[in-house]
């Protein structure tokens, strides 16, 4: 009887190969965190460049149709070919299969012999977003001007005080000291502006002004005189 031969040996895994291991390991984590982070936008993939034929090795928000197994894309293959790639390659224009665009971001991974053995990648679908961007700029969009100025906050009787205020002080003067042809122009512009149309107005302009009600009538335009 011919004794059962025992199994050969299995050769150590190398300690680049188990690097290369541990690399992949966390990567898969920050693959599942991003993904939950960045759903459903953003596309996240992580590579094992070490088998280029076969290199994704995790993806979330699968948005490129690609699966576990598939083969580098050339941006891996740049990475594999040239030493002196780029470890960051952020923001760049893409496009997915479907011709959609997108922006993404390459991240090489390197063991400790500064060797790239896995990339994390990032694709954010642009295309939703360029369109709500577009509805945006058509939403704040306004037209041609108003006929006058208008403000939607509450209107008070403290604003004729305060609106002659700044009308005399750019005549470097104060309301009581305004020449007669000053405050006939203050008063025409309060017109204007709304500003008699508010409660008590009239009184306002008499009492800033050191004037009788009666006299601010003789100031006001035609139209207003009424």
Same mark, same amino acid.
């Given at each position: 009887?011919? @004794?059962?031969?025992e199994?050969a040996?299995?050769a150590?895994?190398?300690?680049?190969?188990?690097?290369t291991?541990?690399l992949?390991?966390?990567?898969r984590?920050?693959?599942?965190?991003?993904?939950?982070?960045? *759903? @459903?936008?953003?596309?996240?993939v992580?590579?094992?460049?070490?088998? @280029?034929?076969?290199? /994704?090795?995790a993806?979330?928000?699968?948005?490129s149709?690609?699966?576990v197994?598939d083969?580098a894309?050339?941006m891996?293959?740049?990475?594999?070919?040239?030493?002196?790639f780029p470890?960051? /390659?952020a923001?760049?224009?893409?496009?997915?299969?479907?011709?959609?665009p *997108?922006?993404s971001?390459?991240i090489?991974?390197?063991?400790?012999?500064?060797?790239?053995?896995?990339?994390?990648?990032l694709?954010?679908?642009v295309?939703l977003l360029?369109a709500?961007?577009a509805?945006l700029?058509q939403?704040?969009?306004?037209?041609?001007?108003?006929p006058?100025?208008?403000?939607?906050?509450?209107?008070?009787?403290?604003?004729?005080?305060?609106?002659?205020?700044r009308?005399a *002080?750019?005549?470097?003067?104060?309301?009581?000291?305004?020449?007669l042809a000053?405050?006939?122009?203050?008063?025409?512009?309060?017109?204007?502006?709304g500003?008699?149309?508010?409660?008590?107005?009239?009184?306002?302009v008499?009492?800033?002004?050191?004037?009788?009600?009666?006299?601010?009538?003789?100031?006001? @335009?035609?139209?207003?005189?009424?």
């Amino acid at each position: 009887m011919i @004794p059962d031969r025992e199994p050969a040996p299995r050769a150590p895994a190398s300690p680049s190969s188990d690097e290369t291991a541990l690399l992949l390991r966390e990567g898969r984590k920050i693959v599942e965190a991003l993904g939950q982070t960045l *759903a @459903p936008l953003v596309e996240v993939v992580l590579h094992d460049l070490t088998r @280029p034929e076969h290199s /994704v090795v995790a993806i979330a928000n699968n948005l490129s149709g690609r699966q576990v197994g598939d083969a580098a894309t050339e941006m891996g293959l740049a990475r594999l070919a040239d030493p002196g790639f780029p470890d960051v /390659v952020a923001s760049y224009p893409n496009r997915f299969p479907d011709g959609r665009p *997108a922006k993404s971001t390459s991240i090489g991974l390197k063991n400790h012999a500064g060797e790239c053995v896995a990339a994390l990648c990032l694709n954010m679908d642009v295309s939703l977003l360029g369109a709500v961007t577009a509805g945006l700029g058509q939403l704040i969009q306004t037209g041609v001007a108003a006929p006058v100025a208008e403000t939607l906050a509450q209107r008070s009787s403290g604003e004729v005080r305060a609106a002659l205020e700044r009308f005399a *002080a750019a005549r470097n003067t104060t309301p009581i000291g305004m020449t007669l042809a000053q405050r006939r122009e203050a008063v025409r512009e309060l017109a204007a502006s709304g500003h008699l149309n508010l409660r008590h107005a009239l009184a306002d302009v008499a009492a800033t002004l050191g004037v009788a009600r009666s006299t601010v009538y003789t100031y006001l @335009p035609a139209e207003h005189q009424s």
